[in-house]
């Protein structure tokens, strides 16, 4: 180890001692130690990291001179250089791009902190998993990749248009310095704008020093840049002579597929979308005729953590002419395909056009319109050339793209080919709409559906107990996002939806006629008086709490259930609007006895007989209580219940 990688493996004073030193946040410093330490099994992500950000820096300094071409007056065409000093053991990344002012170092430096480093762990910690740092990397974290090569960081750069540099210092543990750059420091930017960082490199990455190396690593990571990346390897040039850049420096959308590996299409994919996982599918396309434009986009296969954040970054940028615009764009993809990463590059666009005057432009409409049904498109074939891969898709991405179903009536139907959900048919392969239709019987009018938050839950919901009986496939929907679209859609292929929660469904067309069953049917008739007299006592005890109650025609095994009125608004999507939206019902639930249970029949002749009118009361509040436990409420009486529980134990053991 040379003394300048003994000093850069430990000198942080230079960083403690400055009086302009600002400390990071707990969680970033965490979560720094982690990227530093722990996140990367391959090192040589660094390099692709910082090339990342400098090529991004380029784009955006080339989108914003095209209103105001001062901005690059007198610069060089655009370039990202890496320089390898062995003596002094430093590796220097300097871009002619965008660059940045004290207010731009301070947030994009920053980046760890502004992308919710505190739910990142919180996430990992729900999951029992803090330990399992495998996972931070599909949040990114950019330029703080850094630090597992080098002891500190500096950063010089200037904002285009601005003539003030600054320069920040960090270890990457104590915190970070910034300050106006000398006039020395101002000038070892090629231009008067972009950034310079120098990594002082650690003693076990000397490697990093290597021109094959860092050849080896570009070629790898970033061959795809369009913006070319050259390196100063000491050799001086003849007369006449030009570096030659050690990229290919053309946008990878625009070469031939065949052209193209699969492995340039990944790098692609975690320089585009800043991501770390591998794409779960990928497309690239150009389309042709009234309007052209070129796409390559791509489904993650991890779920980003930001995906129900509001505030979330779109994954998809627009080019215009290969010349970068925005990746701020909301209209250029719907916001339930948000999870999409990828590139348009349009053709009939101006180049001048401004990101107000994009928002509804209706080019930009027609783009949405066509990648849009070329994802669905892609994700239906992948739905039977891999079952297993579209499962993983769906299971990550299934309720976010259901938001389409009430969001975007023109791609209804492409959506309910690809749609999958739980059914009584299967307690491990989720079904299409299509197959379920195809097992129904010629009796069965409607598409049956229960919600709730537990598959396991709605299972063993006792209202599917008369559709289990006669072999009536039921959906299960556990998506809070179900509630509201199935508000919206009112059938499919003609079959209108039913929730088995609501209404009094009429299951007679379906009976089967066992032996047992018939004499079920005799029983209850024998007890038909008296179930009449117990559902009016019922019904003037509860009066408080339900509608009304009546005998049930879904229950084969439980003796109550609650159900929804005809009217009235679904059991599950109650919950939910009270829940988010402070929702207070105004009709109230059915209660649904089971006239063929023995309880029920039991309790029926004792009021019949108008015996034990104490014991009668308690039952019947048991019942109510025993209804809304099954339902997942709480109950209005909790003390109440436990008395009468103890009660009815105590009188079943004498």
């Known amino acids: 180890m040379t003394n300048a990688q003994k000093k850069n493996e430990t000198d942080t004073t230079t960083v403690q001692d400055d009086e302009n030193m600002r400390p990071f946040e707990t969680d970033v410093s965490r979560l720094l130690d982690i990227v530093a330490n ?4 391959n090192r040589d992500v660094f390099l692709r990291e910082l090339i990342s950000n400098a090529a991004d820096a380029c784009d955006r300094l080339r989108y914003e001179a ?51 480093t505190a739910a990142i762990l919180e996430n990992l910690k729900s999951q029992g998993q803090e330990k399992d740092m495998s996972l ?29 540099t600054y320069y920040w210092r960090s270890d990457g543990r104590t915190g970070f310095t910034i300050r106006e750059a000398t006039d020395e420091e101002a000038k070892q930017l090629t231009d008067n704008h972009g950034t310079l960082i120098k990594l002082f490199i650690k003693g076990d990455a000397f490697d990093y020093m290597i021109d094959d190396k860092i050849k080896q690593i570009v070629s790898a990571y970033s061959d795809h840049i369009e913006i070319p990346i050259y390196l100063e390897d000491g050799k001086e040039l003849k007369e006449g002579e030009t570096r030659e850049p050690i990229n290919a420096a053309s946008a990878l959308w625009t070469r031939p597929k065949n052209e193209i590996t699969e492995e340039q299409y990944k790098e692609f994919y975690h320089h585009i979308g800043t991501a770390f996982d591998d794409p779960i599918l990928k497309t690239h396309w150009t389309a042709e005729g009234v309007i052209e434009y070129t796409s390559l986009l791509f489904i993650p296969s991890l779920r980003p953590w930001d995906l129900y954040d509001p505030n979330a970054k779109s994954g998809l940028r627009l080019y215009v002419k290969r010349v970068f615009i925005t990746d701020q764009l909301d209209t250029l993809l719907y916001p339930w395909l948000r999870f999409v990463s990828g590139i348009v590059d349009s053709q009939d666009l101006p180049l001048n056009i401004s990101r107000e005057m994009l928002q509804s432009n209706p080019v930009v409409s027609k783009i949405r319109s066509g990648v849009t049904k070329r994802i669905l498109n892609e994700i239906d074939k992948l739905s039977t050339q891999d079952e297993a891969a579209f499962a993983t898709l769906w299971g990550q991405f299934g309720a976010v793209m259901k938001e ?40 069965q009018e409607k598409i049956y559906y229960i919600t709730g938050d537990k598959i396991e839950s709605l299972r063993n919901s006792p209202q599917l107990e008369g559709f289990k009986s006669r072999d009536i496939e039921v959906l299960m929907m556990t998506d809070t996002v179900d509630e509201f679209w199935l508000q919206q859609v009112g059938d499919y292929q003609g079959k209108k939806f039913q929730s088995v929660t609501q209404g009094n469904v009429d299951l007679s067309k379906f009976e089967k006629n066992k032996p047992e069953d018939e004499k079920k049917t005799e029983k209850t ?95 019947a509040l048991m019942l109510m209580d025993q209804a809304l436990i099954i339902q997942g409420e709480s109950l209005p009486d909790p003390s109440g219940f436990a008395k009468r529980m103890a009660e009815f134990m105590q009188r079943g053991l004498s």
């Open 38 to 41: 722990a996140l990367y099994s």
């Open 66 to 116: 095209l209103s105001n071409n001062n901005l690059t007056k007198g610069s060089a065409s655009f370039n990202i250089t890496i320089t390898p000093d062995r003596d002094m053991a430093t590796l220097t990344i300097t871009d002619n791009g965008i660059g940045m002012n004290k207010e731009d170092l301070i947030n994009n430096l920053g980046t760890i902190a502004r992308s919710g």
């Open 136 to 164: 931070i990397g599909q949040f990114g974290v950019g330029f703080y990749a850094s630090f597992m090569v080098a002891g500190h960081v500096d950063v010089i750069s200037r904002k285009a248009g601005e003539d003030k």
């Open 404 to 443: 389409g179903l009430y969001d975007a009536v023109e791609h209804r139907e492409a959506l309910f080919k690809i749609c999958r959900f739980f059914s009584t048919h299967d307690n491990e392969k989720q079904t299409s709409l299509s197959d379920y239709i195809e097992r129904m019987s010629d009796a």
């Open 525 to 619: 008739a024998e007890h038909k008086k008296e179930i009449e007299t117990f559902t009016a006592y019922l019904q003037t005890q509860l009066a408080d709490q339900i509608a009304f109650v009546r005998p049930s025609k879904r229950l084969t095994e439980s003796p109550v259930c609650l159900v929804a009125d005809e009217g009235g608004v679904d059991i599950n999507m109650e919950k939910t609007l009270r829940l988010q939206q402070k929702y207070e019902p105004g009709i109230k639930k059915v209660l649904e006895i089971n006239p063929d249970h023995t309880l029920i029949q039991t309790l029926a002749s004792m009021a019949a007989a108008e015996k034990d009118e104490t014991f009668l009361k308690d039952a």
